[in-house]
């Protein structure tokens, strides 16, 4: 690798990653907040690099790489991988127009550039296995990118869980387990990552699931982003997927306190007045009264975290 900024981080991280220390240091995505810094063991990390390597079929042939910022868990897994299974790592600038090596085995996204090659199905026959992970995947991105040939996978998991612990493959509507995971809810529905052989066994976490079995779940949204409207829980995650075929810019649902619903689901859109009013006039087609917001708004750009998640705020 040269002397770019990626490759200094590269070199500090392995840095970090070979000295006498148990814990390598990083941030949460800070979707929720401000970003915490947390230290995570390398025997978690390793442990998870083996597996992935194990379900991609990882060995010294192969190349992985991730185009997300260095500090993102992702692509420290992305190294760890390299690291563990004697890969090769390429080194990838972080940016949403992706310029790839020749083949990769398993290259890790956020969804922002996942739309990159969607609009670019040539690039589809250099990616063995695409990782899409940092913030939920749209229906529509997924099933565009299988069409284009891509193999993808969605991702599960967080900074404290080493990334993945679980993932969503194809056309498939559930998550299944990694290797050592199994799943719990607590009494709020919400998901707690049993991992016997991990550090983190026993993480509560806000997301929203519907249990099939132990392995796997049905990703239902975050409890933090719950609106009880009128008595009603409306998810916002589950909505925009049923809006996203009536709204043609991007957009999310939000609740915002309402003297006759208490909490009235509001729908923020990317752009001017003129998207908004365009937006309020495709939801009069939309069938369910109950949960179709009651307004909409317009933010000129939105805000996302380091990995590409969308700060969900009111205007």
Not at 37 to 45: F, G, H, P, T
Not at 77 to 84: D, W
Request: proline fraction near 6%; include cysteine.
């Amino acid at each position: 690798m040269g002397n770019t900024p990626t490759a200094v981080e590269y070199i500090d991280f392995v840095s970090e990653w070979r000295d006498s220390g148990n814990h390598i240091s990083a941030h949460t995505s800070g979707s929720t907040g401000t970003p915490k810094e947390i230290r995570l063991l390398k025997s978690d990390m390793r442990r998870s690099a083996a597996c992935a390597a194990r379900m991609f079929g990882l060995d010294e042939s192969c190349v992985v790489a991730s185009a997300l910022p260095f500090s993102s868990i992702a692509t420290k897994m992305a190294v760890v991988r390299h690291l563990v299974a004697g890969c090769r790592y390429a080194e990838i600038a972080p940016s949403n127009e992706l310029r790839l090596p020749p083949h990769v085995d398993l290259l890790s996204v956020g969804p922002s550039q996942a739309l990159y090659l969607l609009e670019h199905p040539e690039l589809a026959r250099r990616i063995k296995h695409l990782l899409v992970g940092g913030a939920p995947m749209s229906a529509q991105l997924r099933q565009g990118l299988i069409r284009c040939g891509y193999d993808v996978y969605e991702s599960y998991g967080m900074t404290e869980t080493c990334s993945n612990v679980a993932l969503r493959h194809g056309n498939d509507d559930y998550f299944t387990a990694n290797d050592g995971i199994s799943f719990d809810l607590d009494p709020r529905g919400c998901l707690i990552v049993r991992a016997p052989e991990y550090s983190f066994d026993g993480t509560v976490t806000n997301d929203l699931a519907e249990l099939i079995s132990p392995e796997k779940f049905r990703w239902l949204g975050r409890f933090d982003n719950v609106i009880n409207s009128g008595g009603i829980k409306i998810f916002p995650e589950m909505l925009e997927k049923e809006l996203a075929a009536y709204i043609g810019v991007p957009f999310y649902i939000i609740g915002r306190p309402d003297p006759k619903w208490g909490t009235a689901v509001v729908m923020v859109v990317e752009g001017d007045d003129i998207a908004a009013e365009e937006a309020r006039k495709a939801l009069s087609s939309f069938p369910d009264r109950v949960r179709c917001p009651k307004d909409v708004v317009a933010i000129r750009h939105f805000q996302h975290t380091s990995t590409g998640k969308v700060r969900r705020i009111m205007p």
